[in-house]
């Protein structure tokens, strides 16, 4: 009778014990692990999961969590997870059931782990199971009746993972509804092909850890091809370049596709500044907090007479810090500090680009659509200065997403150009069309050049106003030039 007082007293005691730490964590937290997630714990996992008792250890062993198993840790969308919480709402929609979210449900769990089925077959109560050798190619594990309906999910072990090392041609999942026009189906785990089935899923939470030695989440990289910023380079963002006022820079949404807006940033100095070795820095959300960092040699475009730097920025739609530091050796030679903010996607109406203009525009016919400043295989350097000579081309161009097109026809912008001094329009407009060029499905471009011989010298405006078929608004931009002889 004592021992078994001083049993009951222990287990007392560790529920007592355990009772705090549990508390500890908030709704948010406290049953993560029993959340679809937790079917990707591994065994290591769910021993540090339940020593953790605070929410700031929650948030960030599940932010570690995520991240070991994110095929590119620095990229800025852990495609894994987008996977997963995609079959996830599939799940909930189609699997759930009174009292049980589809995710949680033996279909639910099966998906999660091992993904769509590669064959699926629905089974009646007037039909029999071995059926499923129409599908599969085999024969079945006999001719039992289906006690209700059944849904037959047939997995191909060359379409999975080799790290789940499955023998055999196929693992079948067996799922009988328990009462009829339910939802609510179980898996039958009594035959063999159940336990090779069931074994597979055992290995997945190991399968899928994919950088099991990541300590800490690796901020995501801003910029493509790029690796995180140092603590260093961070550092040197908040001072002032020592080569700052000599630096031109331009800050601009950009066109990438039919939706994609990345910030596209142009960086210039004198010849006879320092050359950059490395572009660096961070971008910041709306909260202020460190979004993603990036550093990246700095590759200096071949201009007639400046130092030309170049970044393009893929980001989301919202409001952003873009913090960037150019180095010469370990000098911070340059530094931008700028508010941007990415729209909106149009995701089906028609709409245009700003429009561009340089002095200088580079053949460059493997550059990536998207890339800053950059239209069917040619690099625009943007102009910054006013002074610009008088045997010089003036370069512009612009995107165009979705223009209304006639069935047949080529799809035309018009340009109307007015030419002012002091002021004042000198003769009449030049008005033509500008072709549009298609780069992508939705996604057409327009270019040409004016010869700035044609212009009297001095001090001018030039006002541009593009009209596209399908768009309201004009495209609109006004350049002030100051023409040398």
Same mark, same amino acid.
């Given at each position: 009778m004592k021992s078994q007082h001083l049993i009951i007293a222990g287990a007392v005691m560790l529920c007592l014990a355990a009772g705090p730490v549990a508390a500890q964590l908030s709704e948010e937290y406290a049953e993560w692990d029993e959340s679809p997630a937790g079917f990707l714990l591994t065994e290591d996992e769910e021993d540090e999961w339940e020593r953790i008792t605070t929410d700031a250890e929650a948030k960030r062993f599940i932010e570690l969590f995520w991240a070991r198993r994110n095929p590119n840790p620095t990229s800025p969308v852990n495609e894994f997870k987008a996977r997963f919480e995609s079959m996830v709402a599939y799940a909930d929609r189609e699997f759930s059931y009174e009292g049980t979210r589809g995710a949680l449900s033996d279909r639910g769990k099966v998906m999660l782990l %091992?993904?769509?089925?590669?064959?699926?077959?629905?089974?009646?109560?007037?039909?029999?199971? /071995?059926?499923?050798?129409?599908?599969?190619?085999? /024969?079945?594990?006999?001719?039992?009746e289906v006690r209700a309906r059944a849904n037959l999910w047939v997995y191909e072990p060359k379409k999975l993972d080799e790290k789940f090392k499955v023998k055999g041609s196929r693992l079948l999942f067996t799922f009988y509804e328990e009462r009829p026009n339910t939802n609510q189906f179980y898996l039958d785990r009594s035959h063999r092909e159940a336990t090779m089935g069931l074994r597979a899923m055992r290995m997945a939470p190991e399968v899928y850890l994919l950088h099991p030695d990541l300590t800490r989440v690796p901020k995501p990289v801003s910029v493509p091809g790029g690796t995180e910023a140092t603590d260093a380079q961070l550092a040197a963002l908040g001072a002032v370049g020592s080569h700052n006022d #000599?630096?031109?820079?331009?800050?601009?949404?950009?066109? #990438?596709?039919?939706?994609?807006?990345?910030?596209?940033?142009?960086?210039? %100095?004198?010849?006879? #500044?320092? #050359? %950059?070795?490395?572009?660096?820095?961070?971008? %910041?959300?709306?909260?202020?907090?460190?979004? /993603?960092?990036?550093?990246?040699?700095?590759?200096?475009l071949e201009t007639a007479a400046e130092q030309v730097y170049h970044l393009t920025f893929p980001l989301p739609a919202g409001d952003y810090q873009l913090q960037v530091a150019g180095f010469s050796g370990t000098d911070a030679a340059v530094t931008l500090d700028a508010p941007v903010t990415v729209p909106e996607a149009n995701l089906d109406g028609a709409w245009a680009s700003d429009l561009w203009v340089g002095l200088q525009a580079m053949e460059t016919p493997n550059a990536l659509l998207g890339s800053a400043y950059t239209f069917g295989g040619w690099h625009l350097v943007p102009l910054t200065a006013s002074d610009v000579p008088k045997t010089a081309e003036l370069s512009y161009f612009g995107m165009v997403v979705r223009p209304e097109v006639a069935e047949g026809a080529q799809p035309t912008a018009k340009l109307k150009l007015t030419l002012k001094k002091d002021g004042k329009r000198l003769g009449n407009p030049l008005r033509m069309d500008l072709n549009l060029v298609p780069v992508r499905e939705d996604l057409y471009f327009y270019a040409n050049a004016i010869t700035l011989a044609a212009l009297p010298a001095g001090e001018c405006t030039l006002d541009f106003d593009v009209t596209v078929p399908g768009l309201e608004e004009k495209i609109s931009r006004t350049v002030e030039l100051n023409i040398v002889e």
């Open positions: %091992l993904g769509a089925p590669h064959q699926a077959e629905k089974r009646f109560n007037t039909e029999t199971v /071995s059926g499923v050798a129409t599908a599969t190619g085999q /024969s079945g594990r006999g001719s039992d #000599a630096l031109a820079t331009m800050v601009d949404v950009g066109a #990438a596709d039919a939706n994609g807006r990345p910030i596209w940033v142009h960086l210039g %100095l004198p010849d006879d #500044a320092p #050359a %950059l070795d490395t572009l660096a820095g961070q971008v %910041l959300n709306a909260a202020g907090e460190v979004a /993603s960092t990036f550093q990246v040699p700095a590759n200096k």
